[in-house]
């Protein structure tokens, strides 16, 4: 069975500081890995995903998140945080073997970035 | 930009009682999603629909839980008689064809209070 551990799950930062959010999975199969991001009173939008290829991704808004599949980690960082990435964070895992892309998702982090 | 809309955004019922969520998929899309998270805990999966059957459902999706494409546009979430535990805020998602790993386009949600 495929899990996904986000170990924090509240993340305070001033602006302009770098963040790391933290997942780790566990998973017996080639997994897919992804990170949404849900702002205030809106659903779940993808952020960035690993399906293969470099290990290292990277979003639009400066965040990235590299795959390490020896510590089984999908770590999402940014090196200078704005007040407008206060949001929650959910990494999520979909295995190469699963039926169409039914995601297991972690518990979330939640961003607050204060001025 | 095409999103995946949910009515409505919160819904009271009594313990006991049947609810219906709605959702209107992106038009195109194929896959249809109802994830659900309990407040603090993670999104969970709850039932993926395809070709106008289940695809796959996990152990929440019990008899209590129904879905249905009733007119090609909309994709419902039938809950037969309420409990308790059901209160949470239940997401919509669909997906387009192609790689079984293309992302899914979450709605903005459906909190349900069940009293």
């Known amino acids: 069975a495929q899990s996904v551990t986000q170990l924090d799950s509240q993340v305070p930062v001033f602006e302009e500081a770098p963040v790391e959010l933290r997942c780790n999975y566990s998973?017996?199969?080639?997994?897919?890995l992804f990170w949404y991001v849900q702002y205030p009173n809106q659903g779940l939008q993808l952020l960035l995903k690993?399906?293969?290829?470099?290990?290292l991704v990277e979003s639009i808004n400066g965040f990235e998140a590299e795959f390490n599949k020896s510590q089984t980690s999908f770590h999402l960082r940014k090196p200078s945080v704005h007040i407008s990435d206060t949001a929650e964070y959910f990494c999520?895992?979909?295995?190469?073997?699963?039926?169409?892309?039914?995601?297991?998702f972690g518990k979330g982090t939640k961003l607050s970035v204060k001025p | 930009e095409p999103e995946v809309t949910q009515t409505p955004s919160h819904q009271v019922t009594q313990m006991g009682q049947e609810v219906i969520l709605r959702c209107v998929p992106i038009?195109?899309?194929?896959?249809f999603y109802w994830y659900r998270q309990i407040l603090g805990q993670k999104v969970e999966f709850l039932v993926s629909?395809?070709?106008?059957?289940?695809?796959?459902k996990s152990e929440i999706f019990d008899d209590q839980f129904s879905v249905e494409r009733p007119d090609g546009s909309n994709f419902t979430l039938k809950i037969r008689s309420t409990k308790l535990e059901d209160s949470a805020m239940y997401f919509c998602?669909?997906?387009?064809?192609?790689?079984?790993?293309?992302?899914?386009?979450f709605g903005n949600g459906t909190r349900l209070t069940v009293t």
């Open positions: 690993y399906l293969s290829g470099s290990t």
């Open positions: 998973s017996s199969v080639s997994v897919y």
């Open positions: 629909f395809y070709n106008n059957e289940i695809s796959e």
């Open positions: 999520a895992v979909s295995s190469s073997g699963g039926s169409q892309g039914n995601l297991i």
């Open positions: 998602a669909s997906r387009g064809q192609g790689h079984y790993n293309s992302p899914l386009h």
């Open positions: 038009s195109n899309h194929l896959y």
